[in-house]
């Protein structure tokens, strides 16, 4: 690709994606609708390569989203999200595949399981941006977020095995059990193998450069090492990324900083190009299908979807009610679910980038020599799915949760919780502050002892100054105020920094560092929980 049409990609896309957060749409719909609108424009013609999207921009996306993710959280809903990661990809695999045997003429029976295969797994971000945006309660949040985590190696697995029986290499179920063993334990093992060195190296380099040079490295390096020995690098990547952030508070604050923007800054650039380049793919999908009759293609489609949609549902009730009624220590463990939440969790399944580039990796050739059966018409109805659950789910959700009702965070009582933990951790620093500066070895003058002290106290008190009385004026608490006046001196000392360097009277250098201080000390300043 030349570099002009990709800059262009990756400028488009970040404008669209910014144009998104001033709309109701949530950012990866839009960008594939305003792809879909440009495909067919003179001149601009993106092919989706897997050879790059699933060593190039699938490690990173997953490493973000489980970064962000919480290790404990799914490790409180690994039943859950075992049953969806792994049950219901392979269930849906079958299922949508078994249908697509019986609507489709064309697709013999190993090509309709490859089919069902590239269906099967619910894209990592397009759940993590839907549910972020409209507001999901945690649980259904965490489900989703673990899910799309995990199910990619479930799918590529079965992919691999369908597509061996479908081209002629022959496939029994103990070959494709044991393919699927190594390719989870092996990615599992290569993740534990990897985490500790990767995170003793994070802790022992001392500058936040090399650290987070290290840090963009590390998802590729996971992926490849797993793939290398056949294994899943899906997994591998999970593991090691959930290891590195349950950890993260043993990095350098500078390197955790520079990491946090790094990282966003990135997930931003790929998430937005991913999603649109799959509306951008709308012409290379259409140019095979001529062999076919339209409207029947169309009922294909539709009907695919519809599979699609309700393989999910048959799988999520049962799921979710049949474990309660066989198991009582699951009853004592885990809440009542009303009907609401596996609805959800059933609505929320929108596939993405990868199902694409998985049905893009089709070989076009059996051993034989002969085409791949109804290889195009798979491109076809892979983009038709993608496209409709990410349009129809992806718009529908927003009101859906609306109409449902379904409970939200409890802003207040995750206040409290903060406020009662900063209150225990403040009492703890100020008993270690007042022991040492009773030493002579750390003795401080009065005015920067006091100093450190107001700091704690500022610390300790802004959280329940966020569930106090709010400025009938301004409509602030007292922690916005203040927040608000400690940006407004900063902008204030950063301008006559400027002037003076305008004036000849420090040079650039010293400018840099002045401000970079600044910079530190606004970015405490409007941290929910204050200076630092």
Known sequence: MDA???????????AVAGAARRTPVPAPLLLVTVGLAVSYVPGLHYSLDPEVVLPLLLPPLLYTAAADSSYLDLRAQARAIGLLSVGYVLFATLAVGWVAYLLVPELPLTAALVLGAVV??????????????????????????????????TAITA??????????EGASWSGAVGEFLLAAFGGVG????????????????????????????????????????????????????????????????????????????VAFILESTVFALIGLQLP???EGLAPYDSPVVVWYALALFLAVVLARFVWVYPGTFLPRVLSARVRRREPQPTWKQPFVIG??????????????????????????????????????????TLVVQGLSLPPLIRLLHLPKRDTYRDTLIEAQAQSEASRAAEEHLEHALATDRDFLPGPLADRLRTVLERRRNA?????????????????????RLAREVIAAERQVFVELRDRRRIDDEMLRT???????EEAAAIREDGPV
């Open 463 to 483: 959280p329940w100054e966020r569930l106090g009385a709010v400025n009938e004026e301004t409509g602030e608490s007292a922690d916005d105020t203040y927040r």
């Open 120 to 153: 099967a797994p619910p894209d990592a971000v397009a759940a993590t941006a839907v549910a972020r945006r409209v507001g999901l309660p945690s649980r259904i949040t965490t489900i989703l977020q673990g899910e799309s985590l995990v199910n990619d190696a």
């Open 347 to 388: 609505w929320a399944g929108m596939r993405g980038v990868v199902s694409l580039a998985v049905a893009f990796s089709i070989p076009h050739e059996t051993h034989d020599g002969t085409p791949f059966p109804g290889r195009n018409l798979i491109l076809f109805l892979t983009f038709t799915t993608v496209i409709g």
């Open 4 to 14: 002009l049409p990709l800059l262009l990609l990756i400028a488009g896309s970040a």
């Open 284 to 286: 290379v999908v259409m």
């Open 159 to 168: 992919f691999k095995v369908a597509v061996a029986a479908a081209i002629g």
């Open 190 to 265: 290569v993740g534990l193998l990897l985490m500790v060195p990767l995170h003793w190296l994070r802790t022992h380099l001392r500058e936040s450069l090399l650290q987070n040079t290290l840090s963009l490295l590390t998802p590729f390096f996971a992926y490849a090492v797993a793939e290398q020995v056949h294994a899943s690098g899906v997994l591998a990547v999970v593991v090691v990324a959930l290891y590195l952030a349950h950890r993260s508070w043993q990095v350098d604050f500078a390197t955790r900083l520079q990491e946090d923007a790094v990282w966003r800054m």
């Open 514 to 520: 002045l401000l970079r201080r600044l910079d530190l």
